[in-house]
């Protein structure tokens, strides 16, 4: 997941221009092609027939299939921002902008708006500093958290562009709005007069006493934001930190842009070597020969090293072709080394033995210690289990070896490897298909279309929270690819309470990780703005207005051709996971609905966000719901229940490895985020830590790769890359209590929306959690709540 936690410091559009400028004057012309292209009749539009139908979606989103072409395939934006009506052309006319944001219609545009954010900000700032007035004072954390709000719009969205657009312009302009945004944020962070401004308003009960929860707490996060970055410290530690903030963002991006790199092309073999290992002669044929002819070339790329890996009996030839796989160039491991390097020395400047110390602040594990206490029970109560699981796997492999096969848990853990996984895994799917006889079937996607299985989404929603998901076809220039829906969540007392841009389909240069994005939360409207000022708006029960939450879901799903001219997205159980936890965190967006963005939907403790995206995947995985779902995409029959249920079964094919594997990732989050690196800090090595957590762990021990180097979440989640693990027992917990009898219970979905959801960051994690469990003794968080979470067996 992706998604905005940054504090003074998504998006809105800018406040009271006092001029017509290029971005106002496209606003009008948005109103008036908002007015007349109402023509499209779309309110019939299904789920199923968005994401199933190509050609109904060609026909109607014909417009920006258009302007894709006339723009050489860089879609819905035009060359330059227009100064002067006289120069809007036709096209550009009809050009909402990214979004609906006006500005964004170019590259040049989004400079534009983050020239006038910056502006903006600026002028916020320079009036909080001189309005001592009363009601300056009484107003002075929601004038924060409008500036917290004024520099998201702008992080939050270039965050996302940088991530998931396809036009390099777009991802460069993205790049430096970015960069000159977060140095801004860094340099109020260490604003002592905004701080001292702050810290009055907080301890002055005259004014206390006037202001909402809603205010105090966001005036108490950002307060404690405001420590955190050194405020009580001299200015030449302010200035540090300022500087190590910006240089910690520049090395991180880095690092993450080079994760997917391998160490290298190819693996060499000697001919006889792989010829007599056992590798089918279909995979052979496809390979080429290093200049001597004496040697194999095996690509680390494509499908060939994984297809080897599973079918080669030669372990030389499987561990040689996994650490390639699993390895990273030097100079990503020099990034990774620099990065942590920074973090530790930040973290020793605000008084922290380690960065992981400094991170865990406020968070619902508390301490790095508290991290490790729930890791390694984790640990210590999977590591049987995953012993269990593997040992099929070491029986063969003692056949293969024509040795005595091995029984103590340590001995099967030590015996078998990362690289034997794959193999004896196909090994034993031969075995099983020539005992139960070889049968031609087809693949469980054919019942999972993606528009179905969206459909079905929306079905779980409507039943739980009241919620539908609505398709409807974006105006020209509102999304970066004609392939992207746009679908509204749509309340039946409220109407529209949000909507998700959908960018599922597979497209060349797009990532291959599935991301969430929250370009824009919701928030309440203020008085000095109007329609023009705000993205997109929406209406409360009680006719409020506030800026509808806008969220981008960016999947990697492949199209299957299934005519001559049409193909069709099918889901693997899997993808469908995937869906419907990305779909988590877009309805804590659409619930987590407050006056303030500084705690609006996800903005809450990253140990605690992704709660409601792993309860989703529960529903993902229930027999009920899947069966509701899976219609044969020709058909129309349902899923025969035995072959779900088969499937599911299959699914849990060692499950336990996978939570080791999880856990171990975590364990080397907290070691690379720990007070080692500043005790160690000019000998530090890292791939040494994380082959050191690797032989500490005991299963499925990788002491060969520098794989730590490709572990991208190292810099996004640094040090809180537990939160997966910890919400994942929570959520085994909360489905178990409201929801295991019934998937759609209205009853559940009630009490979750209620207890969790509706609160966004503003109550404590732990008393959401106590609330929702009506377990009163864990709204402490302390010892005994981490081992009553952490008792869970089913993860």
């Known amino acids: 997941m992706k998604t905005g936690m940054y504090r003074l410091i998504v998006p809105v559009l800018p406040v009271g221009r006092s001029q017509l400028s290029p971005g106002r004057l496209l606003h009008t012309v948005r109103r008036r092609w908002l007015a007349t292209s109402v023509s499209r009749d779309t309110g019939k539009l299904t789920l199923k027939d968005a994401f199933d139908n190509n050609q109904l979606w060609r026909k109607l989103n014909d417009q920006n299939y258009q302007y894709n072409n006339s723009k050489g395939g860089n879609a819905t934006y035009t060359d330059k921002l227009l100064s002067t ?4 052309s036709k096209d550009s006319e009809n050009n909402v902008g990214l979004f609906n944001n006006p500005y964004l219609t170019d590259p040049k545009g989004l400079k ?16 909080m500093r001189t309005d001592t007035s009363k009601e300056g004072i009484r107003n002075y954390i929601v004038n924060l958290d409008k500036l917290s709000d004024t520099l998201c719009r702008v992080i939050d969205l270039c965050e996302f562009i940088r991530s998931a657009h396809p036009d390099e312009r777009f991802v460069t302009a993205a790049q430096q709005c970015h960069e000159e945004m977060f140095e801004f944020m860094n340099v109020l962070n260490t604003d002592v007069k ?12 005259t004014i206390l006493k006037d202001l909402s929860a809603e205010e105090v707490k966001v005036g108490r996060i950002l307060l404690e934001d405001f420590e955190k970055s050194g405020i009580c410290m001299t200015s030449e530690v302010r200035d540090q930190f300022i500087s190590l903030s910006q240089d910690i963002s520049l090395v991180g991006q880095d690092f993450i842009n080079n994760t997917g790199i391998s160490r290298e092309n190819h693996v060499l073999f000697d001919t006889q070597l792989l010829l007599t290992s056992g590798t089918p002669s279909y995979l052979l044929e496809q390979l080429k020969k290093d200049i001597t002819g004496k040697h194999f070339k095996v690509p680390v790329y494509g499908a060939i090293p994984f297809a080897i890996l599973r079918t080669c009996k030669d372990e030389q030839v499987r561990e040689k072709i996994w650490s390639a796989l699993h390895s990273c160039p030097d100079d990503q491991i020099t990034r990774l080394t620099h990065l942590v390097k920074l973090r530790s020395i930040l973290a020793n400047l605000m008084g922290k033995s380690s960065f992981a110390e400094y991170q865990l602040d406020g968070k619902m594990a508390k301490t790095p210690q508290g991290v490790k206490n729930f890791i390694g029970s984790l640990v210590k109560s999977t590591r049987p289990v995953a012993a269990e699981e593997l040992k099929f796997i070491s029986d063969l492999k003692s056949e293969d070896m024509n040795c005595e096969k091995v029984t103590k848990q340590e001995d099967i853990l030590s015996f078998v490897r990362p690289w034997d996984r794959d193999y004896y895994s196909w090994v034993e799917k031969q075995k099983e298909s020539l005992t139960e006889g070889i049968s031609e079937q087809e693949p469980i996607s ?26 409807e076809v974006p105006n020209i220039g509102e999304t970066w690819s004609a392939e992207v829906r746009r679908v509204n969540v749509v309340s039946k007392k409220e109407g529209t309470v949000g909507v998700i841009y959908c960018d599922l389909f597979e497209r060349a240069g797009k990532t291959q990780n599935p991301a969430h994005f929250t370009v824009c939360c919701s928030r309440q409207t203020y008085a ?3 329609d023009e000022s705000i993205m997109q708006i929406g209406t409360d029960s009680n006719g409020a207005r506030f800026q509808l939450p806008i969220i981008s879901l960016v999947c990697n799903f492949s199209k299957t051709r299934i005519s001559a001219n049409d193909s069709l997205c099918l889901l693997q159980l899997n993808e469908i996971e995937t869906l419907f936890h ?9 619930l987590g609905r407050t006056k303030l963005q500084n705690i609006s939907g996800t903005r809450c403790p990253t140990d605690f966000v992704e709660l409601p995206s792993i309860l989703m995947e529960h529903f993902a995985r229930d027999p009920r719901v899947l069966r509701n779902i899976g219609k044969h995409y020709i058909t129309g029959r349902a899923i025969p229940e035995e072959t779900l249920l088969k499937q599911l079964e299959e699914n849990k094919f060692l499950q336990s490895c996978e939570t080791f594997a999880q856990a171990k990732m975590a364990m080397l989050d907290q070691e690379l985020h720990g007070d080692r690196i500043i005790q160690n800090i000019n000998t530090l090595d890292v791939v040494a830590i994380y082959q050191e957590v690797e032989r500490s762990s005991q299963v499925l021990v990788d002491d060969k790769s520098n794989w730590c180097g490709r572990f991208g979440h190292l810099y996004g989640y640094g040090a809180t890359y537990y939160s997966y693990l910890l919400d994942r027992a929570i959520a085994t917990k909360v489905w178990e209590k409201l929801f295991s009898a019934d998937p759609y219970s209205n009853v559940g979905g009630t009490q979750f929306k209620e207890k969790v959801l509706k609160w966004g960051g503003l109550k404590d994690p732990w008393t959401c959690i106590a609330d929702v469990l009506e377990q009163p003794d864990l709204a402490s968080g302390d010892a005994r709540a981490m081992m009553y979470i952490g008792n869970t067996h089913d993860l």
Do not use: R, W
């Open 85 to 88: 009506i006289s120069a809007i």
């Open 112 to 127: 534009e708006f983050s020239k006038v954010s910056l502006k903006q900000a600026q002028e916020l700032v320079d009036q």
């Open 194 to 205: 905004l701080y001292e401004t702050l810290k009055a308003t907080l301890d002055d009960p």
């Open 446 to 471: 054919v019942y999972f279309t993606l528009g179905s299985v969206l459909e079905g989404l929306s079905h779980v929603f409507k039943s739980i929270y009241g919620l539908e998901l609505k398709p």
């Open 528 to 530: 000095t703005e109007n």
């Open 582 to 590: 990305e779909m988590g965190h877009a309805m804590h967006s659409m």
